[in-house]
C-alpha cells in the first residue's frame, strides 16, 4: 500500500484548499485525514468510512471541511473552505481497517500513512 497525497499550500484565512490521496494498493474499510500542528500531537480531521461511504469529522472543521472518496475508492479527497489560521499544520491521509466511530478519530488505528503535506493559513 502506497498513500501518494498532493495539495496543499499557503492562502489567507477564508480562503480554499484541496488536498488529494491517492490510495495505490487499499481496499479496507475507512480513510482518514489528520493533521499536526507545530508542537501538537496529531488530531483527527475527517474519515470516510463504510462500504456505503459515511464521511465523519471533527467539530473544529465540521460545516468547513468536506471529505470524499471517489467512486473507484482509490483516491480521497479533502475540501477546505473558509480556512482560519488554527488550521495551519502537515496534513496526513490514512488507512484503516476499523469501522466504529470510536475508532476511526484515533489515529493509532490506522495502519498506512501519506508522507504530509503543509497547508498555511496566514491572518
Given amino acids: 500500500v502506497n498513500l501518494v497525497q498532493s495539495g496543499g499550500g499557503s492562502v489567507?484565512?477564508?480562503g480554499s484548499l484541496t488536498l488529494s490521496c491517492t490510495l495505490n494498493g487499499w481496499s479496507g474499510?475507512?480513510?482518514?485525514w489528520f493533521r499536526q500542528g507545530p508542537g501538537t500531537r496529531r488530531?483527527?480531521?475527517a474519515a470516510v468510512t463504510g462500504i456505503s461511504p459515511v464521511s465523519l469529522y471533527a467539530d473544529s472543521v465540521k460545516g468547513r471541511f468536506t471529505?470524499?472518496?471517489d467512486n473507484a475508492r482509490k483516491t480521497l479527497w479533502?475540501?477546505?473552505n473558509n480556512l482560519k489560521p488554527e488550521d495551519t499544520a502537515v496534513y496526513f491521509?490514512?488507512?484503516s481497517?476499523?469501522?466504529e466511530h470510536r475508532d476511526v478519530i484515533e489515529d493509532e488505528e490506522y495502519v498506512y500513512w501519506g508522507s504530509g503535506t503543509q497547508?498555511?493559513?496566514?491572518?
Fill in 43 to 45: 488530531q483527527f480531521v
Fill in 97 to 99: 481497517w476499523r469501522g
Fill in 119 to 123: 497547508v498555511t493559513v496566514s491572518a
Fill in 67 to 69: 471529505a470524499s472518496l
Fill in 12 to 14: 489567507a484565512a477564508g
Fill in 29 to 32: 474499510y475507512t480513510q482518514g
Fill in 78 to 80: 479533502l475540501q477546505m
Fill in 93 to 95: 491521509c490514512a488507512t
